[in-house]
Every structure is written in structure tokens, then in C-alpha cells.
């Protein structure tokens, strides 16, 4: 699956009990280990106040409609999760590569490597 695509998956919780189908925006390379994917996990609970692992898409960005989403949304780069491309609902769209420049740097920070 291409990186920056936004896709419905069923998202394990951290306790690993239970999954919820949500939003979220491939992050990891093409052509990876078998059929498994990198994700970041997308939420519409916007904080009060955003951490510098979020990165906020909304209707002012010019690619929020290519995104797919319908509402404001946070992609949280500190929860990220491998999953199988089998536990994929669907493509909702994709982000544009100044969004994904964006999120990498979010991805450096929640992982340290800033």
C-alpha cells in the first residue's frame, strides 16, 4: 500500500482487548515485508492543545477534501501500529506530500530521533 494513504482499519487499542475501526494514514514505504503496513492512527477528538506529535488536518489545508476525511482530525505520529493490509476496510484518500513532510517530522519527534 503507498505511503500517505488514508485508509479505515480495524486499530487495536494499547491493551490489545479490543479494535475499533478508525481512520488512519499509511506511513510506512511501499513493497515492505510481506503484507503488512505501518499506520498512524487518526482521531476527530481534537485536544485543547495539540502535542508536538500532532498533526492537524482541517478544511483550511488546500488537500484536507483529497484526504477523504469529513470532519477536523488529528493523526497521532505516537500511535502507531503494524497491521496486516487484511484488517483494511478501504481507501478513504490520500495527503499530499507537504502533509507527509509534515507527519515525518512528527514521527521523528514521538520516536526521538530529533
Known amino acids: 500500500m503507498k505511503r500517505g494513504v488514508v485508509v479505515l482499519a480495524r486499530f487495536p487499542f494499547t491493551d490489545l482487548k479490543a ?3 478508525r481512520p ?8 515492505g515485508v510481506r503484507d503488512d503496513v505501518i499506520v498512524a492512527f487518526i482521531t476527530s477528538v481534537i ?6 506529535t500532532d498533526f492537524m488536518m482541517h ?8 484526504s477523504g476525511l469529513t470532519r477536523p482530525s488529528v493523526i497521532k505520529a505516537d500511535k502507531i501500529a503494524t497491521l496486516n493490509s487484511s484488517v483494511l476496510s478501504g481507501e478513504l484518500g490520500h495527503l499530499s ?3 507527509m513532510k509534515e507527519i515525518d517530522r512528527c514521527l521523528k519527534k ?3 530521533l530529533t
Not at 24 to 31: K, L, M, Y
Open 47 to 52: 485536544p485543547d492543545e495539540l502535542s508536538d
Open 110 to 112: 514521538a520516536l526521538g
Open 19 to 21: 479494535s475499533k475501526r
Open 59 to 66: 478544511s483550511g489545508l488546500d488537500d484536507f477534501k483529497d
Open 97 to 99: 506530500k507537504g502533509a
Open 24 to 31: 488512519a494514514v499509511v506511513v510506512s514505504q511501499e513493497g
